[in-house]
Nanobody, 116 residues
């Protein structure tokens, strides 16, 4: 009943930028929390950024000052603008949304690869 479609991943040189998008569709009245996670090979899944319905945001220390999470409530879409990318940012990035009245939903993941 709820689907998340991610886009925007790719291959980028260190210092470059990418913008990830995650659009939610289906039976949705409201989304409380939207989050971005990432998982690199051999590592635990890491919470990267969070945005709540009121607009407050939180970031992992590793991305503060470089990444920006935002949302378009009318489109039920969350974005992750990634600037000054580093090779250590290489991972599969997953969006996650908490739909009010339902549950958490995950995107399919999008690969981000940063080369030096």
């Amino acid at each position: 009943q709820v689907q998340l479609v991610e886009s925007g991943g790719g291959l980028v040189q260190a210092g470059g930028s990418l913008r990830l998008s995650c659009a939610a569709s289906g039976i949705i009245f409201s989304i409380n929390i939207m989050r971005w996670y990432r998982q690199a090979p051999g590592k635990q899944r890491e919470l990267v950024a969070t945005i709540i319905s009121g607009g407050s945001t939180n970031y992992a220390d590793s991305v503060k000052g470089r990444f920006t999470i935002s949302r378009d409530n009318a489109k039920n879409t969350v974005y992750l603008q990634m600037n000054s990318l580093k090779p250590e940012d290489t991972a599969v990035y997953y969006c996650n949304v908490l739909v009010v009245g339902l549950s958490n939903y995950w995107g399919q993941g999008t690969q981000v690869t940063v080369f030096s």
